[in-house]
């Protein structure tokens, strides 16, 4: 019944601090536009998934906390501590004096074997509290060094310690330019290896977020809690409960396992992305009604012309015609390209939920071939709001979504490698030409397979 | 946290060591109103109770007892490090951190390396172990030194080789003071180039300064303190030049101290990142990790922003955007060199104070496209952001340029070695020291050479069409 979550590197611990923050928020908000009783089986389940219960009565975060560098964590900690609301556990943090320098081969092949053992111990001892373990949910950036290179080191090795435990990766995308200078090297390596060892890699583009913070949270200085803030909002319309089926008022006992049997039906495809609507300022949300025919055509929009939100998305996207040979298919690189999915998942809550239609995602034409949209497309639907919003809807999709940016990073990484910079830093570290080699190859692949879907 | 060491060599290093510590000690003071000895000043400092017999015993949490500077100070001559040790500072070094000697080096590199360097080689490697022993993460050595006289130059890389002999895994950041071109030293062309092989091969990361540029601030600055205009009123405790509020008092401000007092703050700007808090930390090992591509290319041209804030609160704040546009004029170098004309091959931006990463992502959108990067490194930025803002200061920019614009100055200091080498002048000073020998002065004027061509390939890239490489095929 529980999931871990691992926060890896400053990234990682920044944001997951802000996901159980909004996660207990939640439970404490009084707007659940649902009964009394039916609010408090809710609280019931979403503790019983990420919280630890404890005789103070402060319930303790199912995380652990991980970093090469004691400045965060010890922040972070403090932060939790003070919110009143939860804590993490006292013994649930593992650091070191020295980061990793923004180096994957550095956290991967130097911090990674030296505290394999210590770090696993620490994952060991919490798994050991609960009664059953689903899973773990790891989140890191790819473009730094120690959520990077440390996070695949541990991603393989949670893969071979717990063969029977899903294993998704919570991936930040690092903004296109600004943030770190290698982040491309970093990234293709962290990717590539993920591929291997995890069952899914829901990706949050940092560009993508931080336009949504300036442009439907109007938020003008825009700062890396805000940016933060969005992705917990988001992680938890996906992660809080969710009524196990239609009608029913039990809640699902595997919401991670549920996920990955609804979106990854293939190994070589498992890039999920997400996206929300609405998604608006506490200001501007006690002004607006939403409708479940508007949310959802928006979101259906969304979807097959792969908009990030939902401002300016593109209406003049229609899906293909079925029957055309897959070569009439435009090539992603054009804008107004249709964005292909493999399998979509729909998350519904708040009031009226059961009204809605979800109809626009059942045809076929917005999937591939090979799958038929009764085994592609899930739905869950929730009566209890989520995070003050009287009805919201995600959509969490294994689409063509990530193609663009995917094959940007492996470009740029490309570039910088065929001028060997840089180069030099890794194989410092036992990182050599011939596994930058084989990183590219992988995502290669990935990108031809998405491509030709 | 991990720990640094400053080396302070020459009489040079021991001046701009001594304004660093005192800016470092002010720092820290005026964040840490408690007096409790944590993590941040952890990273320079120790805290020993004296009380005690012998070394002293390091205090790892609780009150600040007393303060011990995590430096060793060396000097061929005396002068100086007894001025520190008779000032205001003396406190905070004791005996056990220092090696002088009375005879000078007499502007001389070979004397420095070769003559003391094995003289004190053992002496050097005790004091440095003792002051790593005191460290429970030792990441960073900071060597302080000049390039043009004999001590800071010959002993100076003499120790940087040191250094990587017996603790290969800590960094060595060299803050190196070139000479200009009216020095005084007649030998510097000689010093500098051979000093400039050693920071080629032993360096992690070198921060060339010269002084020529330090005095074109200062004195930019003074004229903006006493033009006397309405509304210019300077604020005294943020002036880049001046230690107000350090423990350091007016009177005993050297002439040198104004301009080491930027030096002293680069440094401090530097390691902020590391010691404090933030949104997007940045670690010394990542300074070495995004901004050198390829071993040897290892100068970094900085520029520090702003220069003063201004006194009256009712003057609009000068505007966020103009500390990163001054960022990047030539005016604010620390050396004589214009990064927006030549081309980056990598640019850092280290921001503290009250900035967000939407005013790091605005400047770098508007400044990019007036700035060359090179063809592989288009989008060559590693930023950083400290909450923690320098005294006198709501905000604060260091830009750290790995720039082909270091050129000219490599170029010129080979022209003024070729100028005196050609006639042989002088060259006898230091042939006549125990292992020089010509062979030397070749290998140290070829190594400059050849990475002057490294900048040169580099610099006719710029400007040309940027073609992608082929990307692998891949066949399903």
Redesign the interface.
């Known amino acids: 019944m529980s999931v871990v979550t691992v926060q890896l590197g400053q990234c990682g611990n920044q944001i997951g601090y802000e996901v159980f923050d909004t996660i207990c928020r939640d439970l404490h908000n009084s707007q659940g536009f649902c009964c009394k009783r039916e609010n408090e089986v809710y609280q019931a389940s979403c503790k019983e998934h990420f919280f630890n219960e404890e005789r103070s009565g402060v319930p303790v975060a199912r995380a652990l906390l991980i970093d090469m560098e004691p400045k965060v964590i010890s922040q972070t900690l403090l932060k939790a501590a003070r919110s009143g609301r939860w804590k993490y556990g006292q013994h649930s943090h593992f650091c070191q004096k020295q980061g990793s320098g923004n180096n994957w081969a550095y956290g991967y092949s130097v911090h990674g074997p030296k505290h394999e053992e210590s770090i696993m111990n620490l994952i060991q001892k919490e798994v050991e509290k609960y009664d059953s373990l689903r899973g773990f949910s790891t989140i890191m950036s790819m473009a730094g060094g120690t959520g990077s290179g440390l996070g695949a080191f541990l991603t393989q090795n949670l893969r071979d310690a717990y063969p029977n435990s899903f294993i998704i990766n919570q991936i930040i995308w690092p903004y296109g330019t600004g943030e770190v200078i290698v982040q491309n090297y970093n990234s293709i390596l962290t990717l590539s290896h993920l591929y291997r060892s995890s069952d899914a890699l829901l990706v949050h583009e940092n560009d993508v977020v931080h336009k949504i913070c300036a442009k439907l949270m109007n938020i003008k200085q825009i700062s890396f809690r805000d940016v933060n803030q969005v992705i917990a909002h988001q992680l938890g319309s996906v992660f809080q409960p969710t009524y196990s089926s239609e009608g029913s008022c039990q809640y699902r006992r595997n919401p991670l396992g549920d996920l990955m049997a609804s979106l990854v039906p293939h190994p070589e495809f498992k890039m999920l992305g997400l996206r929300n609507i609405p998604q608006m300022s506490e200001n501007s949300l006690s002004y607006t009604t939403f409708a479940w025919t508007g949310l959802l055509k928006h979101l259906r929009q969304m979807l097959i012309s792969n908009a990030k939100m939902e401002e300016g998305i593109d209406w003049q996207v229609r899906p293909p015609l079925l029957g055309l040979p897959a070569l009439e298919k435009v090539p992603h690189n054009k804008e107004s390209h249709f964005n292909t999915s493999i399998a979509n998942l729909v998350i519904l809550r708040g009031k009226d939920v059961h009204s809605a239609d979800l109809g626009g995602f059942k045809d076929p034409a917005l999937y591939t071939s090979w799958l038929q949209p009764s085994d592609a497309f899930s739905e869950w639907r929730t009566h209890r709001a989520f995070n003050k919003y009287e009805k919201s809807a995600a959509l969490v999709s294994n689409s063509q979504f990530l193609l663009k940016p995917l094959d940007t990073v492996i470009g740029k990484a490309w570039n910088m490698f065929a001028s060997k910079a840089y180069v030099h830093q890794y194989t410092k570290f036992g990182i050599e030409e011939e596994d930058f080699l084989d990183s590219f190859t992988v995502l290669e692949q990935v990108v031809a397979s998405y491509c030709n879907l | 946290?991990?720990q640094s060491v400053v080396v302070q060599v020459g009489q040079c290093g021991n001046q701009i060591g001594r304004c660093f510590w005192d800016l470092a000690l002010r720092e820290h003071a005026a964040i840490n109103k408690k007096g409790i000895y944590d993590?941040s000043l952890k990273n320079f400092f120790r805290n020993v109770d004296t009380r005690r017999n012998g070394d002293g015993v390091d205090i790892s949490k609780g009150k600040i007892r007393s303060l011990k500077a995590r430096a060793v100070l060396i000097d061929m001559e005396e002068g100086v490090v007894n001025e520190i040790l008779q000032g205001p500072l003396k406190d905070i070094f004791d005996s056990k951190q220092l090696i002088t000697n009375v005879s000078g080096s007499g502007n001389n590199w070979s004397v420095g390396y070769k003559v003391f360097g094995s003289q004190y080689r053992d002496q050097i490697v005790e004091k440095l172990r003792q002051t790593a022993e005191h460290c429970?993460?030792l990441?960073c050595f900071f060597i302080i030194h000049s390039m043009g006289g004999g001590t800071g130059s010959g002993l100076g890389t003499f120790i940087l080789n040191v250094l990587e002999d017996e603790f290969p895994e800590v960094y060595r950041f060299v803050t190196s003071v070139f000479p200009s071109g009216e020095d005084d030293v007649i030998t510097s062309p000689y010093n500098s180039v051979l000093a400039m092989k050693e920071l080629n091969e032993h360096a992690d990361c070198v921060l060339p300064i010269e002084n020529e540029s330090l005095f074109d601030i200062v004195s930019r600055i003074n004229q903006m303190v006493t033009s006397g205009k309405p509304g210019t009123t300077v604020k005294p405790e943020s002036l880049i030049t001046l230690n107000e509020g350090g423990i350091k008092k007016k009177l005993q401000e050297k002439p040198f101290d104004t301009m080491n007092n930027i030096v002293g703050n680069l440094l401090l700007n530097l390691t902020s990142s590391a010691r404090f808090?933030g949104?997007?930390?940045m670690?010394?090992?990542?300074i070495?990790?995004?901004?050198?591509?390829?071993?040897q290319l290892h100068y970094l041209v900085s520029s520090l922003t702003p220069l003063y804030t201004l006194a009256d609160v009712n003057v609009p704040p000068r505007r966020l955007d103009q500390m990163f546009s001054d960022a990047f004029s030539k005016d604010h170098q620390l050396i004589q060199a214009d990064p927006k004309h030549s081309l980056y091959l990598?640019c850092a931006l280290l921001v503290r104070g009250n900035v967000?990463?939407?005013?790091?992502?605005r400047n770098?959108e508007r400044l990019k496209s007036a700035l060359h990067f090179v063809?592989?490194?288009?989008?060559?930025?590693?930023?950083s952001?400290c909450s923690v803002p320098p005294v006198g200061h709501s905000h604060s920019l260091l830009a750290l340029a790995n720039n082909t614009c270091i050129k000219p100055t490599f170029i010129e200091l080979k022209k003024r070695f070729t100028r005196l080498y050609k006639k042989k002048a002088h060259l006898h000073h230091y042939l006549q020291v125990d292992g020089m020998e010509e062979s030397c002065f070749t290998e140290a004027v070829s190594s400059l050479s050849s990475l002057i061509e490294s900048y040169n390939e580099l610099d006719v890239t710029k400007g040309l069409p940027i073609h992608?490489?082929l990307?692998?095929?891949?066949v399903?």
Do not use: H
Not at chain 2, 288 to 295: A, D, Q, W
Not at chain 2, 471 to 474: A, D, M
């Open positions: 946290m991990a993590d429970d993460c990441q808090e949104s997007l930390n670690d010394l090992n990542e070495t990790m995004n901004l050198v591509p390829f071993p990598a967000q990463i939407s005013d790091l992502r770098i063809s592989w490194n288009q989008e060559g930025w590693k930023t952001l992608d490489p990307r692998l095929n891949i399903i």
